[in-house]
């Protein structure tokens, strides 16, 4: 098993920061991702309900970062006019440092009673701004691969961009990567039955790969029926060094700098 080096830092590319149990008490909860060795989160956005909160969590705490996006499971709270709100907010925050990304963006058929032309709709037009405000894209995407796909190469992101909850196969994988899209992974490749996922990221080149836990979502192996935490991202890098034969340090040294590059954010 891979050691865990303590000087070793690593960084959260996909955490809902603003949601519960860690809005409950931020400091502390951003206090023990720390300690863990978490030295920055990036904090995507669902849509116009939480897009100042974010913004006004990251104002307070160093090392916080977000996006601004339309959520495509969240499609039903959405106003008609969201994407031209999405325009004035991205428009707000262009001076921000601490907006590194349009996101999380995606499409979603896999929501009951879905309207994928409204998702196709407005996934393009957050491709689009992406590249209008020279920002990186966090894509969400369930059971619409091929559709994905097809808007990326239509509208390629000219900065680059995550695909985040990998859990596809390597062609999936390296159709992405050739778009300049890197590999988003989480908790998934710490349960043993997903045999296809490891195996994939274990053929991947380092610096195509991105560390996130979703958290509070998509719980760590051990961890079932609990919040996820950033701090268990640690957990993460340890199972994906043992998949890969490298060392804990060389995934966290090559991730971060993926990410910093990426994002465009310091460490």
Known sequence: MAVREKQSVVIDSHCHFDFAPFSEDPTQAWAQAQQAGVKALVIPTVGSSNWQTVASLCQQFTGLYYG??????????????????????????????????????????????????????????????????????????????????????????KMGGVYHGFSGSYQQATQLIDLGIKIGIGGTITYSRAQKTRATIAKLPLSTLLLETDAPDMPIFGYQGQPNRP?????????????????????????????????????
């Open 68 to 157: 601004l996006g339309i959520h495509p499971f969240f499609s039903h709270q959405h106003s008609v006019n969201v994407v031209a709100e999405l325009a004035c907010q991205l428009t707000q925050a262009k001076d921000d440092e601490r907006c590194v990304a349009v996101g999380e963006c995606g499409l979603d058929f896999a929501v009951a009673d879905v309207n994928q032309d409204q998702q196709l709709q407005w996934l393009q037009a957050q491709l689009q701004f992406a590249n209008e405000y020279d920002l990186p894209v966090i894509l969400h995407c369930r059971k619409a691969f091929p559709e994905l796909l097809k808007l990326l190469r239509q509208h390629p992101p």
């Open 231 to 267: 701090e268990r991202l640690v957990d993460i890098v340890t199972t994906l060094a043992d998949i890969r034969g490298d060392t804990y340090a060389q995934i966290a040294q090559a991730t971060t700098l993926t990410c910093t590059e990426l994002f465009q954010i310091k460490v």
